[in-house]
């Protein structure tokens, strides 16, 4: 009962300070000193501060001042406690500062640090995080505390370039710690998506304003066990969130179940809860900018993983311990959910972009003795029947049926034209290496095209306003389509498949006519060049159609066959290949690269979007096990 008692005293202790301190009175060293040796409470310190408003705050800026001041030199000490009581404290002080309307963040700065010597204690500061995130004397539970810190400041505003305390985080760049943290195998299995979410914030303030230091050096890093660490560090994360949703979805009832379970339910009957987990955007974002910064990391991302990171994971499957097929993965998930994760669908679509554009990434999805047997979620639909057992294939066959679902699964009236065109690309560029290496696919071609198709056929239906991007859409549809036309005999499995694609292409061919007509329709005023350039496209098509049309008619008033059958049309198709003439096109084989400075406006939103949701997600809480770690060290 003493001890009930003597803990209910020191917590209300820790209130009195907190609320003396913050109404401006004279605070003494020794109430200084009492502070941080009492455990921080950041519940009623947060409770305290909320109470204050702008005008309260101008009123104790000297004790602000006082305050943040203090924190930097206890931190220097070697005493951990202590340090991690300032670690809470500033991370509640600095975010309720930066809540009340202060005008802009100079005044936010000149009311925490006082503006005049804001650049010198910042310095400081982050000396002592840096040194904190280093060093392997540190206790992990003070290193997690200093990654809340910086995701606290990193996240004090939607717009990061706007966040003028981050510019401090230039001045002194945390790269070497986070890096050093990173590779460090006894907590990066704890602390590594914190430390790739900050990293990934850090990356984006301001990076295409000015020379950013963190992407000027981690484009410049050619430490293999940075990359390494980060390869770990995405694939864990990856693998753990797959697990997790391929739990829940293999045990999510059939339609039919449901209906049984429905009309045989009794009280008392239990189900597993389900896994409301969202993907963490921002360690999607952080495997980008490394993937498009550092070009050393597309080593890494094919390579197969034996680290203790993996197998400390129970539901870790073996098969994924290739992070490129755990991705895979992870989009198939994100694209089945693209309308309520549709910028994350589109992070990842450009991911794969890149990846597509990389000769060493094709060659390894390509490799006939490089095969994976994975996971694909898929929309779900109730005449869709039970997905088949993974088989084992390259994954270039996976990220090909990956692209053909979603294609076809997005046929809706909300249809983002703009992922559309990034399948698309996708495609392209896979058709492209395949042309240029001269590897013959043996995958089912039927049902890309079948679907690239349906796309062209429901997007006739559709009013879209953005007529540029729709044309461009069509465009990229038709230059598959000429791939394959042009190009297919070096890169379809056997004749047969060349065969079946002329067969589809006369099977839909009004599609194309349809489509011919509305490029001719198209206003001219601005898409008149656009309209021009998808009539090329569609020339060759259209030949296909207008050349074998009438010999199959003929071939059924002959035979006085009404309607023959796939093989009468391909037969058909063999025999009148010689008089068939079709127009060399230039640049189907070529492709713009992929370019972040034309999707500066979506990276903008993209990094506005994780500032908001990391900002109330962020748990300043701190349990009796972190100050356990931090006395066993001390």
Same mark, same amino acid.
């Given at each position: 009962?003493?001890?009930?008692?003597?803990?209910? $005293? =020191?917590?209300?202790?820790?209130?009195?300070?907190?609320?003396?301190?913050?109404?401006?009175?004279?605070?003494?060293?020794?109430?200084?000193?009492?502070?941080?040796?009492?455990?921080?409470?950041?519940?009623?310190?947060?409770?305290?501060?909320?109470?204050?408003?702008?005008?309260?705050?101008?009123?104790?800026?000297?004790?602000?001042?006082?305050?943040?001041?203090?924190?930097?030199?206890?931190?220097?000490?070697?005493?951990?406690?202590?340090? =991690?009581?300032?670690?809470?404290?500033?991370?509640?002080?600095?975010?309720?500062?930066?809540?009340?309307?202060?005008?802009?963040?100079?005044?936010?700065?000149?009311?925490?640090?006082?503006?005049? @010597?804001? @650049?010198?204690?910042?310095?400081?500061?982050?000396?002592?995080?840096?040194?904190?995130?280093?060093?392997?004397?540190?206790?992990?539970?003070?290193?997690?505390?200093?990654?809340?810190?910086? /995701?606290?400041?990193?996240?004090?505003?939607?717009?990061?370039?706007?966040?003028?305390?981050?510019?401090?985080?230039?001045?002194?760049?945390?790269?070497?710690?986070?890096?050093?943290?990173?590779?460090?195998?006894?907590?990066?299995?704890?602390?590594?998506?914190?430390?790739?979410?900050?990293?990934?914030?850090?990356?984006?303030?301001?990076?295409?304003?000015?020379?950013?230091?963190?992407?000027?050096?981690?484009?410049?890093?050619?430490?293999?066990?940075?990359?390494?660490?980060?390869?770990?560090?995405?694939?864990?994360?990856?693998?753990?969130?797959?697990?997790?949703? =391929?739990?829940?979805?293999?045990?999510?009832?059939?339609?039919?179940?449901?209906?049984?379970?429905?009309?045989?339910?009794?009280?008392?009957?239990?189900?597993?809860?389900?896994?409301?987990?969202?993907?963490?955007?921002?360690?999607? &974002?952080?495997?980008?900018?490394?993937?498009?910064?550092?070009?050393?990391?597309?080593?890494?991302?094919?390579?197969?993983?034996?680290?203790?990171?993996?197998?400390?994971?129970?539901?870790?499957?073996?098969?994924?311990?290739?992070?490129?097929?755990?991705?895979?993965?992870?989009?198939?998930?994100?694209?089945?959910?693209?309308?309520?994760?549709?910028?994350?669908?589109?992070?990842?679509?450009?991911?794969?972009?890149?990846?597509?554009?990389?000769?060493?990434? /094709?060659?390894?999805?390509?490799? @006939?003795?490089?095969?994976?047997?994975?996971?694909?979620?898929?929309?779900?639909?109730?005449?869709?029947?039970?997905?088949?057992?993974?088989?084992?294939?390259?994954?270039?066959?996976?990220?090909?049926?990956?692209?053909?679902?979603?294609? %076809?699964?997005?046929?809706?009236?909300?249809?983002?034209?703009?992922?559309?065109?990034?399948?698309?690309?996708?495609?392209?560029?896979? &058709?492209?290496?395949?042309?240029?290496?001269?590897?013959?696919?043996?995958?089912?071609?039927?049902?890309?095209?079948?679907?690239?198709? $349906?796309?062209?056929?429901?997007?006739?239906?559709?009013?879209?306003?953005?007529?540029?991007? %729709?044309?461009?859409?069509?465009?990229?549809?038709?230059?598959?389509?000429?791939?394959?036309?042009?190009?297919?005999?070096?890169?379809?499995?056997?004749?047969?498949?060349?065969?079946?694609?002329?067969?589809?292409?006369?099977?839909?061919?009004?599609?194309?006519?349809?489509?011919?007509?509305?490029?001719?329709?198209?206003?001219?005023?601005?898409?008149?060049?656009?309209?021009?350039?998808?009539?090329?496209?569609?020339?060759?098509?259209?030949?296909?159609?207008?050349?074998?049309?009438?010999?199959?008619?003929?071939?059924?008033?002959?035979?006085?066959?009404?309607?023959?059958?796939?093989?009468?049309?391909?037969?058909?198709?063999?025999?009148?290949?010689?008089?068939?003439? %079709?127009?060399?096109?230039?640049?189907?084989?070529?492709?713009?690269?992929?370019?972040?400075?034309?999707?500066?406006?979506?990276?903008?939103?993209?990094?506005?979007?994780?500032?908001?949701?990391?900002?109330?997600?962020?748990?300043?809480?701190?349990?009796?096990?972190?100050?356990?770690?931090?006395?066993?060290?001390?």
């Amino acid at each position: 009962m003493v001890t009930d008692d003597r803990r209910a $005293s =020191l917590r209300t202790k820790i209130s009195i300070i907190y609320e003396n301190l913050f109404k401006g009175e004279h605070v003494t060293d020794d109430v200084w000193d009492e502070l941080f040796l009492l455990k921080a409470n950041p519940a009623t310190l947060q409770d305290t501060l909320s109470k204050l408003n702008s005008v309260d705050l101008f009123n104790i800026k000297d004790t602000l001042n006082k305050l943040f001041k203090r924190c930097t030199e206890i931190l220097g000490e070697d005493n951990y406690i202590k340090s =991690l009581n300032v670690l809470v404290t500033l991370s509640v002080v600095v975010r309720n500062v930066w809540r009340k309307e202060l005008g802009d963040g100079f005044q936010a700065i000149d009311v925490l640090i006082g503006f005049d @010597e804001a @650049e010198e204690r910042m310095k400081v500061l982050l000396q002592h995080l840096q040194y904190a995130l280093a060093s392997g004397n540190v206790p992990v539970a003070m290193k997690q505390n200093v990654l809340v810190l910086l /995701e606290v400041v990193l996240t004090l505003v939607d717009n990061i370039s706007q966040n003028t305390l981050v510019e401090y985080m230039m001045l002194e760049p945390l790269w070497a710690s986070l890096s050093k943290l990173a590779v460090s195998p006894y907590v990066r299995p704890t602390l590594g998506s914190s430390m790739a979410s900050v990293t990934a914030l850090l990356l984006n303030y301001r990076k295409h304003e000015y020379s950013n230091p963190y992407v000027s050096q981690l484009t410049t890093c050619d430490d293999d066990l940075v990359m390494n660490a980060f390869s770990e560090i995405f694939l864990r994360y990856i693998t753990s969130f797959n697990s997790k949703k =391929l739990a829940q979805h293999r045990v999510a009832p059939s339609y039919s179940e449901y209906i049984t379970s429905w009309l045989t339910w009794s009280e008392g009957t239990t189900e597993p809860p389900p896994d409301d987990s969202e993907p963490d955007m921002s360690i999607v &974002l952080c495997l980008y900018e490394i993937l498009y910064h550092n070009k050393n990391f597309t080593s890494f991302i094919t390579q197969t993983m034996s680290s203790t990171d993996t197998s400390q994971n129970d539901s870790t499957n073996e098969s994924h311990s290739n992070l490129l097929s755990a991705f895979l993965t992870f989009c198939s998930y994100v694209l089945a959910h693209s309308k309520e994760h549709a910028l994350l669908a589109h992070l990842v679509l450009n991911i794969l972009i890149t990846l597509a554009e990389d000769n060493y990434v /094709e060659a390894f999805i390509h490799d @006939e003795n490089q095969v994976f047997s994975i996971h694909l979620f898929r929309a779900k639909f109730r005449h869709r029947k039970e997905s088949k057992d993974e088989v084992a294939m390259p994954l270039a066959y996976n990220l090909l049926e990956l692209l053909s679902e979603f294609i %076809l699964s997005n046929l809706t009236k909300s249809f983002n034209v703009e992922l559309y065109s990034k399948c698309y690309k996708i495609i392209h560029r896979v &058709l492209c290496y395949q042309k240029k290496a001269r590897i013959r696919v043996s995958y089912p071609w039927k049902q890309l095209w079948n679907s690239l198709i $349906s796309a062209i056929k429901w997007c006739g239906n559709l009013h879209i306003d953005d007529t540029n991007l %729709l044309i461009d859409n069509y465009i990229e549809v038709c230059r598959i389509f000429n791939m394959f036309v042009m190009y297919g005999d070096t890169f379809l499995p056997n004749h047969g498949s060349y065969d079946e694609l002329y067969y589809e292409i006369l099977r839909q061919h009004s599609v194309f006519d349809n489509l011919n007509e509305a490029a001719l329709q198209f206003p001219h005023q601005d898409n008149s060049s656009k309209s021009k350039v998808l009539l090329g496209c569609l020339h060759n098509i259209r030949t296909i159609g207008n050349h074998f049309t009438p010999k199959i008619e003929a071939w059924s008033v002959t035979t006085k066959t009404s309607t023959p059958t796939p093989e009468q049309v391909m037969d058909i198709v063999r025999c009148n290949y010689d008089s068939l003439t %079709l127009k060399l096109q230039d640049g189907l084989a070529h492709y713009d690269k992929y370019s972040e400075v034309k999707e500066q406006q979506f990276y903008t939103n993209l990094v506005r979007r994780i500032c908001s949701e990391k900002r109330t997600a962020i748990d300043l809480s701190v349990d009796s096990s972190a100050y356990k770690n931090c006395a066993s060290i001390a």
